[in-house]
């Protein structure tokens, strides 16, 4: 007699709810690990543009409190420091000279909105040696807080959240759906996270998909994306504006004595490949102490931007000017051809300088310079050389000067 074996009807499943868990359970993971993708490329991303912005802000700093350290002046120092106070997202400054003795400090008056992301992104102060002519004379510390990250991580967590709770309901109906249906839609988002994550895309946005729920999970996803492209645009742009300021010259707008140095190196490495010749006009007004004295530090302003339009109407496409001390300015004529002698450019200068300069009381001004050449590789063969050879011409032009006087 044989039997037949048992039903077990109660313990099998069907292929549709077995489908149906499995894509479930699929599309959740799916969308959490693109939800935790985006929030973590968000905060590296974040915590990238904040240190690149301390950092901005220190080397500036480093700029404006270098003649306090020269000369040991607190004062200076807090004026020095002033533009930065201005920055939000600063929490302290502090100035030390070069045996790491406190100049001056400055501490915001504003609360810590949340420690926590203080501690986790600014664990430590940004600190900047200021140097001058190739030495250390002290350092610049920055502080960090969290007011400009708090904004920012609040609604990140609001939307991350949102997105959240709309998977959380939308996956309950497409986990019933057949598997093609589910994977196409999931890999599109999955591919907009894997490159948000790895190249930092956050110009890359999910297309739109014929699942309703999963679509609005992309708009979620692209309206967070929206705000990561905004939120790092507005970094990149404060980041250049810091990075111009560190690099110009505030009063004149030309670039400062970093940016020079810099350029300097650049020049004569392109002469030396091309074996070409490049001029080096040193330029220093004459007197001007005595100007600045007599009419007022608004007054040298004034004729220390003049002098400055004077120098940019000469240069030419390629050539470059910098103010690189007080009353102290350089044009990089590169390349040196026979229409643009030096010697033709330092009298183009002296002459529109000499013209009057309308100060801000009321008077006229009539200034004067004197104008030191120096050719690279006759005068000097490095950059040191080449400056120091320039400044003595600018000397022997500026005895010549008070000689015809």
């Known amino acids: 007699m044989t039997g037949k074996a048992p039903e077990r009807i109660g313990a099998r499943t069907t292929l549709q709810k077995l489908l149906s868990r499995f894509h479930f359970g699929i599309t959740l993971f799916a969308v959490a690990l693109s939800g935790l993708t985006i929030l973590l490329a968000g905060v590296s991303a974040l915590r990238g543009y904040a240190d690149r912005n301390m950092e901005l802000a220190a080397k500036l700093g480093a700029y404006g409190v270098e003649p306090a350290l020269v000369f040991n002046d607190p004062q200076a120092a807090r004026e020095g420091l002033e533009p930065l106070t201005r920055i939000p997202g600063i929490a302290r400054l502090r100035v030390l000279d ?17 420690p ?10 940004f600190s900047v040696a200021v140097q001058r002519n190739g030495s250390a004379i002290g350092t610049i510390e920055v502080w960090g807080d969290s007011s400009t990250l708090i904004d920012y991580v609040r609604i990140g967590l609001l939307a991350g959240l949102g997105c959240l709770l709309i998977t959380a309901f939308g996956t309950i109906f497409l986990a019933r759906r057949f598997e093609y249906e589910l994977v196409k839609p999931l890999n599109e988002i999955a ?12 110009d890359k946005r999910v297309k739109p998909l014929g699942i309703a729920e999963l679509d609005r999970l992309g708009g979620d996803i692209n309206a967070l994306l929206d705000e990561l492209q905004g ?17 110009h010259d505030t009063l004149t707008a030309l670039p ?3 940016s020079f140095d810099e350029q300097l190196a650049k020049r004569i490495a392109a002469a030396d490949a091309r074996a070409e010749r490049f001029a080096l006009l040193f330029i220093d007004a004459d007197n001007f102490k005595a100007a600045n004295d007599s009419f007022g530090h608004a007054a040298g302003d004034a004729v220390l931007v ?11 496409k390629g050539d470059f000017a910098a103010r690189i001390g007080g009353d102290e300015f350089v044009v990089i004529v590169d390349p040196l051809e026979a ?18 300069v309308a100060l801000p009381g009321g008077e006229t001004y009539r200034a004067s310079v004197s ?5 690279y590789p006759d005068n000097g063969g490095d950059a040191t050389a080449l400056l120091t050879a320039a400044d003595a011409a600018m000397y022997a032009d500026k005895l010549s000067n008070r000689s015809r006087v």
């Open 98 to 114: 070069d045996v790491g003795r406190p100049l001056t400090q400055w501490t915001s008056p504003m609360a810590d909105p949340a």
């Open 371 to 375: 104008v030191g050449v120096a050719v």
């Open 231 to 247: 939120w790092q645009g507005h970094m990149e742009s404060e980041r250049a504006v810091l990075a111009h300021r560190a690099s």
């Open 306 to 316: 003049a002098l400055s339009a004077c120098i940019k109407e000469t240069l030419r």
């Open 256 to 258: 400062n004595r970093d």
């Open 191 to 202: 591919t907009v996270a894997h490159d948000v994550r790895l190249h930092r895309r956050f």
């Open 116 to 125: 926590l992301l203080t501690r986790m992104f600014f664990p430590r102060p």
């Open 339 to 356: 229409e643009a002698a030096p010697e033709e450019l330092a009298r183009h200068i002296r002459a529109c300088v000499a013209q009057p």
